[in-house]
């Protein structure tokens, strides 16, 4: 749906907001402190007296008593009060307080608002986008409120965000809802000098009407003078860039129609009572929308491509989508795909946002500038952290600060949109206010401290990696003395959770480590992925990691790591990314490598992952001569671990080979080890890889027509395999479990097998299979 119509609706909804108010009033129980209006009627209903009835008695025509009851002459004569007093019987106190109601009314009436007093700026002709927050305004405007509520509405957002441009537009639209004015009051939030609340007070007297000799001295005179002008009448507030919450409660209204807007770049967050939105970037295709609408036609020439490009540097932030069109505008032989190219330079990429008067880092520079010493210092020393988000120990590390500390400073970063924060105590940047950070950087501090601060940030990535990693090894697990400054992980999980969440950052730390030539800390670091791997197989970054690593054992000289990483190498292009040819190569080199320096342990992974690439390339019976050796090397050296890994990879080989009888000892013998306390199997090791065995024999039994083992081994199979990492095992042994209860009749328990299998290969990205199970799922009976 088009913003403008969107906007239409906005205004035609607006024009009942007077009744509607009005209404929403009349419907709760009548205030302690009514207004004439009220008071008038509650008297005629009293005396149970019609309008007509009313007239008559009074002499006051009904026309005129009901313009005084729906409060449109909110300050009749005296004498027209008198009459209907009279006519009503009323005396005493109840008498003076109608008439004191009217000749506050009649003061009212004589003040008169002075022209372009908090006049509303004009509204931008090309606006477009945001109709889910032009619906919160909708509601907004048109809530009902109890007596002595009052409807506010705060707009936040980051620097650039178009806060002022969208409540601007929504104001213009809704202008003739709001008869007794619409106000513009901008407070200089972001100014070294906020406005004054006394003086905002005094302006939004002025446009009420109320002359400047009649200005009450204090703030809090005035603030009262006006709130109870805003009560009766049907106003609307826009306060723009509020400073805090201290210079925005005088100026909320306490009850009646009046609405207030409020736009600020901090939360606020200490304002009781109000309606929140919080502003966004655009997503890509409102982006286009905006920036299509500001070069207007020219936007045909220049194609959608380019220009979806160009949307997509401006990161969605309207302030820059607005900056790169009037750039374009003004320049009419400019083309836009050059100008994309000159933004996807990061270095200059701040630079092309400026255009006249605008310039997106003096929209940052604000935020900056309201920022404590050691707020400052973490925002631009955080642009060096290599990933996308990072936490709150890292940003202490940056800083240079405590944790809590650390927390103090990210909340400032965020309550003023420097910083956007997400689920589970994650922080980020928007990619145009990382580049004005890292400018800052640069401007404030010196090389030898920007470098200092970058090695430092490696380094405790890579220590942080490292440790996480090594949980995972046999003969590691809890370090018995990490460095001091390393944050403490307690278990597994925390070491899974924290090598998950921070992948960017540490994958980038291995990155500069490589490029700088730290080929030690690359090696280290990825050596210790090597069992962390084996839960996260369908990581998108193996492949890249243990790249590194050879890369880094290359450098070194080291040639049997060298063989070692090239055969993890290998694993990555045999299971997570299914290409046996990669992983032949892989394994061939390290083969290579590792005979030349005589490393029997990488001879004998090498020939393991021989085996696999071959029997995926359907070379069977090479593929059995291959594992055949490995398992007698792996023997030889007495390593109970490799071994079991070995033994059953023979029996891979010998039942893709068709040999299901020999394929099924080999995985008994590998169970054998798995229960044998005295076999000498790293416990871990026998835990994570006894499921996967089992499910191997189940198959083979299935082969050999022993349906009902292959259904139990399968079965417990299944079972141990649900706590571990969604993959391919498990969606096989599944779906392998689902075909045997079938066959042996037993439909229902299959179609519960076929729809997990279906959930476990959509996750691991096999569609195939996943669309392949979960059709079996729906056709069994």
Same mark, same amino acid.
């Given at each position: 749906?088009?913003?403008?119509?969107?906007?239409?609706?906005?205004?035609?909804?607006?024009?009942?907001?007077?009744?509607?108010?009005?209404?929403?009033?009349?419907?709760?129980?009548?205030?302690?402190?009514?207004?004439?209006?009220?008071?008038?009627?509650?008297?005629?209903?009293?005396?149970?007296?019609?309008?007509?009835?009313?007239?008559?008695?009074?002499?006051?025509?009904?026309?005129?008593?009901?313009?005084?009851?729906?409060?449109?002459?909110?300050?009749?004569?005296?004498?027209?009060?008198?009459?209907?007093?009279?006519?009503?019987?009323?005396?005493?106190?109840?008498?003076?307080?109608?008439?004191?109601?009217?000749?506050?009314?009649?003061?009212?009436?004589?003040?008169?608002?002075?022209?372009?007093?908090?006049?509303?700026?004009?509204?931008?002709?090309?606006?477009?986008?945001?109709?889910?927050?032009?619906?919160?305004?909708?509601?907004?405007?048109?809530?009902?409120?109890?007596?002595?509520?009052?409807?506010?509405?705060?707009?936040?957002?980051?620097?650039?965000?178009?806060?002022?441009?969208?409540?601007?537009?929504?104001?213009?639209?809704?202008?003739?809802?709001?008869?007794?004015?619409?106000?513009?009051?901008?407070?200089?939030?972001?100014?070294?000098?906020?406005?004054?609340?006394?003086?905002?007070?005094?302006?939004?007297?002025?446009?009420?009407?109320?002359?400047?000799?009649?200005?009450?001295?204090?703030?809090?005179?005035?603030?009262?003078?006006?709130?109870?002008?805003?009560?009766?009448?049907?106003?609307?507030?826009?306060?723009?860039?509020?400073?805090?919450?201290?210079?925005?409660?005088?100026?909320?209204?306490?009850?009646?129609?009046?609405?207030?807007?409020?736009?600020?770049?901090?939360?606020?967050?200490?304002?009781?009572?109000?309606?929140?939105?919080?502003?966004?970037?655009?997503?890509?295709?409102?982006?286009?929308?905006?920036?299509?609408?500001?070069?207007?036609?020219?936007?045909?020439?220049?194609?959608?491509?380019?220009?979806?490009?160009?949307?997509?540097?401006?990161?969605?932030?309207?302030?820059?989508?607005?900056?790169?069109?009037?750039?374009?505008?003004?320049?009419?032989?400019?083309?836009?795909?050059?100008?994309?190219?000159?933004?996807?330079?990061?270095?200059?990429?701040?630079?092309?946002?400026?255009?006249?008067?605008?310039?997106?880092?003096?929209?940052?520079?604000?935020?900056?500038?309201?920022?404590?010493?050691?707020?400052?210092?973490?925002?631009?020393?955080?642009?060096?952290?290599?990933?996308?988000?990072?936490?709150?120990?890292?940003?202490?590390?940056?800083?240079?600060?405590?944790?809590?500390?650390?927390?103090?400073?990210?909340?400032?970063?965020?309550?003023?949109?420097?910083?956007?924060?997400?689920?589970?105590?994650?922080?980020?940047?928007?990619?145009?206010?990382?580049?004005?950070?890292?400018?800052?950087?640069?401007?404030?501090?010196?090389?030898?401290?920007?470098?200092?601060?970058?090695?430092?940030?490696?380094?405790?990535?890579?220590?942080?990696?490292?440790?996480?990693?090594?949980?995972?090894?046999?003969?590691?697990?809890?370090?018995?003395?990490?460095?001091?400054?390393?944050?403490?992980?307690?278990?597994?999980?925390?070491?899974?959770?924290?090598?998950?969440?921070?992948?960017? !950052?540490?994958?980038?730390? @291995? $990155?500069? #480590?490589?490029?700088?030539? *730290?080929? &030690?800390?690359?090696?280290?670091? %990825?050596? +210790?992925?090597?069992?962390?791997?084996?839960?996260?197989?369908?990581?998108?970054?193996?492949?890249?990691?243990?790249?590194?690593?050879?890369?880094?054992?290359?450098?070194?000289?080291?040639?049997?790591?060298?063989?070692?990483?090239?055969?993890?190498?290998?694993?990555?292009?045999?299971?997570?990314?299914?290409?046996?040819?990669?992983?032949?190569?892989?394994?061939?080199?390290?083969?290579?490598?590792?005979?030349?320096?005589?490393?029997?342990?990488?001879?004998?992974?090498?020939?393991?992952?021989?085996?696999?690439?071959?029997?995926?390339?359907?070379?069977?019976?090479?593929?059995?001569?291959?594992?055949?050796?490995?398992?007698?090397?792996?023997?030889?050296?007495?390593?109970?671990?490799?071994?079991?890994?070995?033994?059953? !990879?023979?029996?891979?080989? @010998? $039942?893709? #080979?068709?040999?299901?009888? *020999?394929? &099924?000892?080999?995985?008994?013998? %590998?169970? +054998?080890?798995?229960?044998?306390?005295?076999?000498?199997?790293?416990?871990?090791?026998?835990?994570?890889?006894?499921?996967?065995?089992?499910?191997?024999?189940?198959?083979?039994?299935?082969?050999?027509?022993?349906?009902?083992?292959?259904?139990?081994?399968?079965?417990?199979?299944?079972?141990?395999?649900?706590?571990?990492?969604?993959?391919?095992?498990?969606?096989?042994?599944?779906?392998?479990?689902?075909?045997?209860?079938?066959?042996?009749?037993?439909?229902?328990?299959?179609?519960?097998?076929?729809?997990?299998?279906?959930?476990?290969?959509?996750?691991?990205?096999?569609?195939?299979?996943?669309?392949?199970?979960?059709?079996?799922?729906?056709?069994?009976?």
């Amino acid at each position: 749906m088009e913003v403008l119509s969107l906007l239409r609706g906005l205004s035609t909804l607006a024009r009942t907001n007077g009744s509607h108010a009005c209404s929403a009033r009349t419907r709760c129980p009548i205030a302690d402190d009514p207004n004439l209006a009220e008071l008038l009627r509650r008297h005629r209903q009293t005396a149970r007296l019609t309008l007509e009835q009313l007239a008559e008695a009074s002499g006051v025509s009904a026309r005129t008593l009901s313009d005084m009851e729906r409060g449109r002459s909110r300050g009749p004569q005296h004498r027209t009060v008198i009459a209907v007093a009279d006519a009503l019987s009323l005396t005493g106190e109840v008498r003076e307080r109608l008439i004191e109601l009217a000749r506050d009314g009649r003061l009212r009436d004589h003040w008169t608002r002075p022209a372009g007093l908090c006049e509303l700026p004009r509204s931008v002709e090309d606006f477009t986008g945001r109709p889910a927050e032009l619906v919160w305004m909708d509601e907004l405007v048109h809530a009902e409120v109890s007596p002595g509520g009052a409807v506010v509405g705060l707009v936040t957002g980051s620097a650039g965000s178009g806060k002022t441009t969208f409540v601007i537009r929504a104001a213009h639209a809704l202008r003739p809802g709001f008869p007794d004015g619409v106000f513009f009051l901008d407070l200089f939030g972001m100014s070294a000098h906020p406005r004054p609340v006394e003086d905002a007070l005094g302006l939004l007297l002025g446009a009420l009407g109320v002359a400047e000799r009649q200005l009450p001295a204090d703030a809090q005179a005035r603030a009262s003078l006006y709130r109870s002008l805003l009560r009766d009448r049907q106003v609307l507030v826009v306060l723009d860039d509020a400073a805090s919450e201290e210079q925005i409660r005088p100026l909320l209204a306490a009850d009646g129609p009046s609405r207030v807007l409020v736009t600020s770049r901090r939360l606020l967050a200490g304002l009781e009572g109000v309606r929140r939105l919080v502003l966004g970037p655009l997503q890509l295709p409102e982006a286009m929308d905006l920036l299509t609408g500001i070069l207007g036609e020219r936007s045909v020439t220049d194609g959608p491509v380019a220009l979806s490009r160009l949307a997509q540097l401006c990161g969605g932030l309207p302030l820059a989508l607005r900056i790169i069109g009037n750039r374009l505008l003004s320049r009419p032989s400019w083309s836009v795909a050059e100008l994309a190219a000159r933004l996807s330079d990061e270095e200059g990429r701040l630079e092309h946002f400026k255009a006249g008067d605008l310039k997106i880092a003096n929209a940052f520079g604000m935020s900056y500038e309201q920022l404590g010493v050691v707020a400052q210092r973490m925002f631009r020393r955080l642009s060096v952290v290599p990933g996308q988000d990072f936490d709150a120990e890292v940003a202490a590390v940056v800083g240079a600060v405590e944790r809590v500390a650390a927390w103090d400073a990210l909340d400032e970063l965020v309550d003023l949109g420097l910083l956007q924060d997400g689920a589970a105590g994650r922080y980020r940047f928007h990619d145009l206010v990382r580049l004005f950070a890292r400018d800052r950087l640069q401007g404030e501090e010196t090389a030898a401290d920007r470098k200092a601060l970058t090695v430092e940030v490696r380094s405790w990535l890579l220590r942080m990696a490292t440790m996480a990693g090594r949980w995972f090894e046999p003969g590691y697990g809890r370090p018995a003395g990490p460095d001091a400054d390393l944050v403490v992980l307690s278990d597994l999980e925390e070491a899974d959770r924290w090598l998950r969440a921070n992948l960017d !950052n540490w994958l980038g730390a @291995l $990155r500069q #480590a490589q490029d700088v030539g *730290e080929y &030690a800390a690359v090696l280290d670091c %990825a050596e +210790a992925m090597h069992w962390f791997s084996d839960q996260w197989v369908h990581g998108p970054h193996w492949q890249e990691v243990f790249t590194l690593g050879a890369r880094a054992a290359g450098a070194l000289g080291d040639l049997a790591q060298q063989a070692t990483q090239l055969n993890y190498l290998s694993w990555v292009h045999a299971i997570p990314l299914d290409d046996p040819e990669g992983a032949l190569r892989c394994a061939a080199e390290a083969l290579d490598l590792a005979t030349r320096v005589e490393a029997t342990t990488q001879i004998a992974w090498s020939h393991c992952y021989i085996a696999i690439a071959r029997r995926k390339l359907k070379h069977f019976e090479a593929a059995v001569s291959s594992a055949s050796r490995a398992a007698q090397l792996f023997g030889s050296l007495g390593d109970t671990d490799a071994y079991f890994s070995s033994i059953s !990879n023979l029996g891979y080989c @010998l $039942r893709d #080979a068709g040999r299901h009888a *020999e394929a &099924a000892e080999r995985f008994r013998e %590998a169970l +054998a080890l798995v229960g044998d306390e005295r076999s000498g199997i790293t416990p871990s090791i026998a835990a994570h890889l006894r499921p996967h065995y089992l499910a191997d024999l189940g198959r083979c039994l299935a082969q050999l027509g022993n349906r009902s083992e292959a259904i139990t081994t399968l079965t417990e199979a299944t079972d141990l395999m649900e706590p571990y990492d969604s993959d391919y095992h498990q969606g096989g042994a599944l779906e392998a479990l689902a075909a045997l209860l079938a066959r042996d009749g037993r439909m229902q328990e299959s179609r519960r097998a076929y729809a997990r299998a279906a959930a476990v290969f959509e996750v691991s990205g096999e569609l195939e299979a996943h669309r392949r199970c979960r059709d079996m799922a729906a056709g069994a009976p």
